[in-house]
Structure formats: structure tokens, C-alpha cells
């Protein structure tokens, strides 16, 4: 299941999820950058936790619930996406698919992490344009906004 | 946008292709003589040509070119931006488009800080005369003055009466207009854009995954390729048996390739093509290949580094000489001398190299590709493929990070010839591996410095001597060692400083490996030496580094303004307590000014921290201030890493850094907190954003660390142990 759609592909077992979800299923949103989990470019969730898909086998994918950037909100307004926009995070973009994939799993364990807790489930992606100041006020922000929405919700 | 190229002189003109009618109206490009021999407008000075920058259609749809790549430094916002001013619609109104390389909108690359610098008032203009011509047409159509209408948003109104009509209506017959000679442009205080921090549109994309990146690209009938290389520079291939590869399931075929840097390097490579990436890559790994290193694989890093040392007794070039250095340094009693090394370093965009190529017959060829820029490729493609650029329509998509990289397109010549070979489109992907070990670099830089003190500690002699490969030579094909490179002395003889006697020099130092420009290019390296070198004249005169600094600008100068501003914004005068120390550096260069300082602590095992770093940047006029904060924060993060981190080193002939696990960045937990101050006095004086905020980085950094511990860091990345 990738995104609530259950996909059937054909492929070698070994083959990374990365290259299925980006090749064979077509969601492009989910980016290659290292292929040694080493940079989270490639971060999506299994089961609600954040995972290397480069270096993740398909097969151990099978049977879980897979969500990737294009699965965590229908019209872009999941509080950690209106956060980075508000606060304008990415430059280039492209490790912000994985960076916004590592905050929303932060968030959904830990809603309202401080700077310590947000360096921890972060430390793993890397953005080379340098955006680190924002991304960490933007989950400040979207920790506020998702309180806000629990609020209205009641 | 093929049609564009067939312009008539007519200000607007109809095309086909797009939904409906469309008008195009042209504007000044910048002096580019391919384009202005093309087009002589009547009603328009000589040199000026038709450039469609704005497209009307009679849906109401308006786009606007944008003919810089994005690569995060913001054109998809900024230039854009500058025409929708002018033209009074808001960007949420419009669609932005990136050009492909046509010759009617003159060369399309980003790079040197230059995108809004050097387009700020031809956009602009573009922008009013667009308006202009459709305020005219409603006073026309409606048979009163012009003068009693205005645009806003999308439409011209009727001042008196408040009736209005969408610029979708106006635009045929504001096509059959002449372009005002001289557009009159908004007042700076009616500005709804520019100056102001608007949202980036390009954001909404890439929160929601959607932007498309050249790795991102698929076409019709593509099929996959991975390409082993040799990392060790200059080998041959010998012989490669891919039996194995052709076992596994998925791969198509195996073809040698060539990858062509500047036109002149030739490097061979094995390309496995298959029906998708890892089966590529799979593929690849089987292969069984014998390369010659003719030699090459000795090479290794501490020996060239010796050799460049060797390099600095011999005189070099003279690049600057004003005064009399040799007789101010022998007649003064405080002399100091210093040695600084800078390493290679990669530019390791977050988007691997990557192209999309598909060869079709007649030799006509197709590019998709995250690129600074377009007309880049088509030369490149060009030159290197003996190709007619005609023959060459090239798509540019999201840059996943530039830095200088995407300036060279040896990965779209090398797709090229792959997609030849396979009959197919083919879409390249380099490893992590491939774009860490296969360059171009940073080169690395080494300057000897002397310096010399009058009595009361002023500064009356200095000398930067730069001992480097060169960025021109290693680029062009003749090798041309007769005369300097001015791009490895950049800005070492332009900083404001009032110093009577000095004579800068530069030595060629010969170098087998591809380097190129990195994000703020030589300055990136020598704001090191010359910046921490004041600083120890400083020491040496017992003054306040920033104090002994502002005692030599006199005059007034941007420099002064930014130094005095950083002074108040820093606390520069507020003493820190025990262990912490603050460190200043500023470096001025063709992309504009920055400067900074950098706060750091000492750690309780001996290591340091860096705290925070205040920045002022001088522009004249913002566009968008929180992009230009952004920039320099990006700058900032990028110049900490090249400054603290791994580094390109060599061994064996081939890079020892391969990936991010041992070529490592700064990571979230590593960044200080930033705040950033801009001087925008205003007027047309304009400088750049992207790179200004990374050469005072590291001078910064290492003044701070003298302050707190006592070390001078003359090498990077910095090693306290070794200092």
C-alpha cells in the first residue's frame, strides 16, 4: 500500500523501494541523493515511521503501509507543509521531500519537540543549501498549528 | 516556444501553438549581438531587440519568462517578479515559464550572483512598456485620455468612472502599438513586489513534492543508464568484459561512453543500459574493467600541496602594484608574514548529476536537464558533438542545487551520446559516488602573505601572492599561462582598505584534474588568507580587529558603511565572557559585499562551537529581502562546511572522499543561529545575493577562533589539534 493505493509491480526483491516508488509506481516527489542512507533525501514512512527507501528493500516493503510526500496531504495543507511555506524553508527543494517526511513522523511522536528533540529526528537529512534555521522554525510553527487544529477539531 | 525565434519587428505579435491568440511583447535585450542583428525594432534604440518576455492570451492566461534557472537562489520569484511590478498583475495571476535557450532572449545562464543584478532595469522597463501600451489601447478603446486611466491588477481602470477592462480584451489592440520610446516606471514607493518578501511560488511545488527536477523527467520510450568512470583522472580504458552484465535482468545493452569536460578533456566510460535504474546500476557493478592509469594513479594530495608550497618562492605574475611595497616592508620594524592553504572541495548539489538525452534522427537532439543554464548546454553540446546549435532544444527543469556545478554540462554531452548509441532516449544518473569523485572542484588556493606596520600600528605595506591552478586555463584550450588569471586574484586587490604600498602576485601551479567554479568562485578561498591576515596585522598592532579595520577606511565606501553597521547590530563592543570569542571579516568581490561575525565558544573537550553569526550585506535595492536572508544563510551553511569540513582529498590518484558518510556537511544540530541586516539604500545600484554571504565565513570564523583560544588557523578545513 503506497499512499491508501495498493500497488502490484514485478521487480527484483532487492530492488531499493526508492527506485518502485519513484520508477514503477511514478511518484517522483521521493528523491534519490546518496543511496546510503546517509542523506534522507529518500525519506518515506512505513508504517508511520520514517524509513531509508533507498536502501530498503522492496520486499520488506510488502504488506505495510507506505507514505511518501504526495500521501500526507490532498490539498497541501498539512501543518508541517503550511509551515514551511509560511516560513519559506526550502531553497533548491529537493531534500525537502525528505525533510518534511522526517518532521511530519517527529511531530505525530513528539508534538511539541524542543530544539534538542527537533536536532535529534533530524540530524539525518541533509540540506545543502542550508535551510536548518528555518527548518527548525517551521516545526516550532507547524507544533503550534497542529494544536491549534486539535483545538478547532473539538 | 520554437516560434518565438521567427519574431517579426512588430512590438506584439500573434502565435500559434498556444491557447488562442497570444501576443508576445518584446523588450531591450542585454547586449547581445546574435540577438540584436536579428531584430532592429523601429521606435527602439539601434542595439535593442524584440525579447517576448510576457505572453497575454485572450483566456486571460499571462505568462512571464523567466531566463534564469531556478536552482534555489529564487529567479523563479525574483525575475518574474520585476516584470509583474511593472506590469501590474500579481504572480499568483500568472504562469512562469523557464526559457530554453532560444537566441531571442540572449544568453540564459545563473551564475555570479548576477540573475537580478544585471536584468533589474531591462525587466523592469520590459514590464512598464507592457503596461504602458495597454493603458493606451483603453484610452483608446474607450476615447478618453490616457492620463485618466490606470492599471491595477490584471486590468486598466477608468479613473473617474471606476469601469475597467481586463488586459486579456486590450492586448490585440495593444499589439498594433508602438513601444514607448522611454517606459515610465513606477515610483520604488508604489512598489507591491519589489522590495517586498514575497512568497517564492516555486515553494508551493516543492512542500507538495510536485516541483519537477531534471532527475524527475520521463519521456515516452526511455530507458535507463548508470556509467562506470574511472575516478583516478587521465586513465585509459584497457579492456572491460561485461558478460556478467549481461546476465542480469533488465539490462539492454553496454556501450562505451565519453564524458567531455570543456571541450577538451576526454574521459571514457562504460554506460549499462537497461530497462530501469538499478538494473542499470546492477549491471554496472558486474562489469569487469582494466584501465591504464598512465602514472596518473600517484598522484595524491600532500605531495601536490608540497609542490605548491615549493611554487610560492618563485614571483609569478604581478597582478597589482601601487606604491613602493619591497621599500615600505624593509623600513618598517613590524613585519609579519603568513602562509594560508585552502583545499578542493565538491560541490555536492543534493540532486546527483543527472540527464535526460534522446538523439533523433537528422541529429536532432533533446535535452532535459537540471542546468544553470541552457544556452551553457546547447554550446557545450555543441562544440563538444560538432552539432549546429539549431539542432539542439533543451529543457530546463528544477535545479536540485547548482553551486557552480551546473555551469558545465559534461553530463548532458555524455547522455547525448549514450541516447546515440542506444537509438533511444536515455536517462543518466550519477551516484552519489560518481558526482563526489568526478569533479569538476573547487580548486584549492594557497596565498603567501607579508604585511607591514608604520609605528602607531597602521597598515603600510601588504602582499597577497595566490599559488593555485588556474579555473581559465583548466577550461579553455589553448592553456594560455602567458598572462595571469584574473578569476585566482579575485578580489584580493579591490578591498577598500586604504594601504599605501601594495603588490599582489599569482602563480600559475599546474594541475591534471577538472576544476571549476564553486559558489563565490576564488573569493571563496582567498577572503580566508586576506581577511585573517588583517586580523594578524591587528594583533601585531594591538588593536581591535574591526577598530584597526575601520582606521583604514577613511573614505567613505560601501565596506565602511557595512563594517560600522555590523559593529552596532553585532555588539561588537560588548565584551563576551571567558571562553567565547568573536571573530569579523567582510570581502568584497564582483558579485557584491558581505560581512560577518561569527561568535564562537569553547567546549569542555577542548572543541569549539559555533554559536551565531551576524551578517550584513550590501545591495543598494532588495528585491526580496527574506530571500536575500536566505541566501546569505545558505551562503553562511556553505561556506562553515568548506570551512570545517572534510574537504576533496586525493590519494592513489582518485578522491578519498566518496559519499556524505566521508565527505560530510553540516547537519541540523551542527548550524548556529543566523541573523541577517541588509543595506538597501535604494537607486538603481544593485549588486548580488546568492554568493556574497560565504567568503567572510571562514575568515570570520577563524578570527573568532584566535579570539577564544589563542590558535591562528592558517589551513582549512580547520584542525585545532594541528594549529
Known amino acids: 500500500m503506497i499512499n491508501d493505493h495498493a500497488f502490484t509491480v514485478d521487480v527484483e526483491p532487492q530492488m531499493p523501494l526508492l527506485w518502485v516508488i519513484r520508477d514503477f509506481v511514478g511518484l517522483k516527489g521521493t528523491k534519490f541523493g546518496c543511496g546510503i542512507s546517509q542523506c534522507g533525501a529518500c525519506t518515506v514512512h512505513l508504517d508511520g515511521n520514517p524509513i531509508r527507501s533507498c536502501s530498503f528493500p522492496v520486499s520488506s516493503a510488502t504488506g505495510h503501509k507506505i507514505t511518501t510526500i504526495e500521501g500526507i496531504s490532498a490539498a497541501m495543507d498539512h501543518p508541517v507543509q503550511k509551515a514551511w511555506i509560511e516560513l519559506q524553508v526550502p531553497q533548491c527543494g529537493y531534500c525537502h521531500s525528505g525533510q518534511i517526511m522526517s518532521a511530519v513522523a517527529l511531530l505525530k511522536k513528539n508534538p511539541k519537540p524542543g530544539d534538542a528533540a527537533i536536532d535529534t529526528a533530524m540530524r539525518n537529512n541533509i540540506c545543502r543549501c542550508g535551510t536548518y534555521q528555518r527548518i527548525r522554525k517551521a516545526i516550532h510553527r507547524a507544533s503550534e498549528l497542529m494544536t491549534t487544529e486539535t483545538k478547532k477539531a473539538f | ?723
Not at chain 2, 37 to 52: F, K
Open chain 2, 1 to 723: 516556444m520554437q516560434t518565438t525565434e521567427n519574431i517579426n519587428r512588430r512590438n506584439f505579435l500573434k502565435i500559434t501553438g498556444l491557447s488562442g491568440t497570444a501576443f508576445i511583447l518584446g523588450l531591450y535585450a542585454s547586449g547581445n549581438d546574435s540577438v540584436a542583428s536579428v531584430v532592429n525594432m523601429s521606435g527602439l534604440e539601434e542595439s535593442v531587440a524584440l525579447t517576448p518576455y510576457i505572453i497575454i492570451e485572450k483566456s486571460g492566461q499571462i505568462t512571464i519568462m523567466n531566463p534564469r534557472p531556478e536552482m534555489g537562489q529564487g529567479t523563479y520569484q525574483s525575475l518574474p517578479g520585476i516584470i509583474a511590478e511593472e506590469l501590474e498583475v500579481s504572480l499568483d495571476q500568472v504562469t512562469i515559464k523557464q526559457t530554453s535557450g532560444e537566441k531571442i532572449f540572449g544568453r540564459q545562464s545563473a551564475g555570479g550572483s548576477s540573475s537580478v543584478r544585471t536584468n533589474y532595469t531591462l525587466l523592469r522597463k520590459t514590464g512598464a512598456s507592457a503596461r504602458e501600451m495597454l493603458i493606451r489601447s483603453a484610452s483608446e478603446t474607450w476615447k478618453i485620455p490616457m492620463d485618466e486611466c490606470y492599471a491595477e491588477n490584471g486590468k486598466v481602470f477608468h479613473r473617474p468612472t471606476g469601469k475597467n477592462i481586463p488586459y486579456a480584451s486590450l492586448a490585440e489592440a495593444a499589439s498594433k502599438l508602438e513601444a514607448p520610446k522611454e517606459p515610465v516606471l513606477k515610483d520604488p514607493k508604489d512598489f507591491k513586489i519589489i522590495g517586498k518578501s514575497t512568497p517564492r511560488p516555486d515553494i508551493l511545488l516543492k512542500v507538495a513534492g510536485k516541483a519537477v527536477f531534471g532527475i524527475d523527467v520521463e519521456v515516452a520510450g526511455m530507458v535507463y543508464a548508470s556509467v562506470e568512470r574511472c575516478p583516478v583522472f587521465g586513465s585509459k580504458l584497457v579492456s572491460y568484459d561485461d558478460s556478467e552484465t549481461k546476465k542480469i535482468k533488465g539490462v539492454q545493452q553496454v556501450v562505451k561512453a565519453e564524458r567531455i569536460v570543456f571541450g577538451k578533456n576526454h574521459y571514457e566510460g562504460i554506460a549499462v543500459i537497461a530497462d530501469n535504474y538499478w538494473a542499470a546500476l546492477q549491471g554496472r557493478k558486474a562489469l569487469k574493467v582494466e584501465w591504464d592509469h598512465q602514472g596518473f594513479d600517484k598522484f595524491n594530495s600532500n605531495q601536490y600541496e608540497q609542490s605548491l608550497r615549493e611554487l610560492a618562492k618563485s614571483d609569478g605574475f604581478v597582478v597589482h602594484n601601487s606604491g613602493d611595497f619591497d621599500k615600505a616592508f624593509a623600513e618598517s620594524t613590524a613585519t609579519l608574514e603568513a602562509f594560508y592553504e585552502s583545499p578542493m572541495v565538491s560541490h555536492s548539489t543534493m540532486e546527483p548529476m543527472n540527464c535526460v538525452a534522446h538523439w533523433q534522427a537528422g541529429d536532432m537532439i533533446e535535452i532535459w536537464a537540471s542546468s544553470q543554464g541552457p544556452s551553457l548546454i546547447k554550446d557545450e553540446l555543441s562544440r563538444s558533438l560538432n552539432v549546429p546549435q539549431d539542432n539542439i532544444k533543451v529543457n530546463i527543469m528544477f535545479n536540485g542545487g547548482g553551486f557552480g556545478r551546473r555551469l558545465q554540462s559534461d553530463f548532458a554531452s555524455e547522455a547525448a551520446l549514450i541516447s546515440k548509441a542506444a537509438g533511444k532516449p536515455v536517462k543518466v544518473i550519477w551516484t552519489r559516488e560518481d558526482d563526489t569523485q568526478l569533479g569538476p572542484f573547487r580548486p584549492m588556493t594557497f596565498s603567501a602573505m607579508k604585511g607591514a606596520l608604520t609605528a602607531d600600528g597602521k597598515a603600510i605595506a601588504f602582499q597577497h601572492k595566490v599559488i593555485s591552478p588556474s579555473l581559465s586555463v583548466n577550461r579553455t584550450a589553448n592553456d594560455d599561462k602567458s598572462k595571469p588569471d584574473n578569476l585566482m586574484v579575485e578580489g584580493i586587490n579591490d578591498q577598500k582598505y586604504e594601504i599605501p604600498n601594495m603588490r599582489n602576485h599569482y602563480v600559475f601551479a599546474d594541475f591534471h584534474i577538472p576544476v571549476s567554479a564553486w559558489r563565490s568562485v576564488t573569493s571563496s578561498t582567498l577572503a580566508f588568507a586576506h581577511e585573517c591576515f588583517i586580523d594578524e596585522m591587528a594583533v601585531k598592532a594591538k588593536k581591535d580587529p574591526l577598530v584597526f579595520r575601520l582606521e583604514m577606511l577613511n573614505k567613505e565606501s560601501d565596506t565602511k558603511k557595512v563594517l560600522t553597521k555590523l559593529r552596532e547590530v553585532s555588539g561588537w563592543d560588548k565584551p563576551l565572557p571567558k571562553g567565547r570569542g568573536r571573530g569579523v571579516a567582510q570581502y568584497e568581490f564582483f558579485a557584491g559585499l558581505c560581512a560577518h561575525v561569527v561568535e564562537v565558544s569553547r567546549q569542555a573537550n577542548g572543541s569549539i562551537k559555533v554559536d551565531k553569526v551576524f551578517a550584513v550585506i550590501d545591495l543598494g535595492t532588495v528585491v526580496n529581502p527574506d530571500n536575500t536572508k536566505a541566501q546569505v544563510e545558505g551562503g553562511i551553511v556553505m561556506g562553515l562546511v568548506a570551512a570545517i569540513k572534510d574537504g576533496i582529498r586525493f590519494e592513489n590518484g582518485k578522491s578519498i572522499q566518496t559519499n556524505f558518510h566521508n565527505n560530510r556537511m553540516l547537519r541540523i544540530d551542527e548550524m548556529p543561529q543566523i541573523e541577517v541586516h541588509i543595506i538597501a539604500d535604494g537607486g538603481n545600484t544593485i549588486k548580488g545575493v546568492g554568493e556574497p554571504g560565504l567568503p567572510p565565513l571562514a575568515p570570520a570564523l577563524c578570527n573568532a577562533i584566535f579570539a577564544a583560544t589563542g590558535k591562528r588557523i592558517r589551513r582549512l578545513p580547520v584542525d585545532l589539534a594541528k594549529a
